[in-house]
């Protein structure tokens, strides 16, 4: 006999943590919710974003991976972002993580899709001012 344990009510990928809800949008008509996921384990070691889409917010597909971490300025994660449409287009600002000896440095990132599912990236668009901590919005002191 198997139980359904399943989220009734809550979004919930089929494998993985699911983090932080990002980019809520509607676009096309479609409801737009990205997530940082990590598809591997459940913990916090690897991030990218996941998706679900929805046309009336009570039924939601899982669309699996939707910004995953492949380039040189996000490699060590996509972390925290949003979304907006901009002429027919849904353009994702995140958080793009990689370390460096053991020390992180954090850009805001750009990606662009024209159907909701393929993104292309555009990079950096947006580095961490040179008075400021990459993981916090406390100004050093001089």
Sequence with gaps: MSIDIRQKFHLEPNVGLLNDPNG??????????????????????????GLFTSKNLIDWSFKGSAIIPDQEYDFNGVYSGSSYVIKDKLYVFYTGNRKYDNERKSSQCLAISNNGRIFLKKGIIINTPIKYSEHSDIALQD
């Design 24 to 49: 809520l949008i509607q676009y096309k008509g479609i409801y737009y919710v990205f997530f940082q996921w990590n598809r591997f384990e459940k913990n916090h070691t690897y991030k990218e974003w």
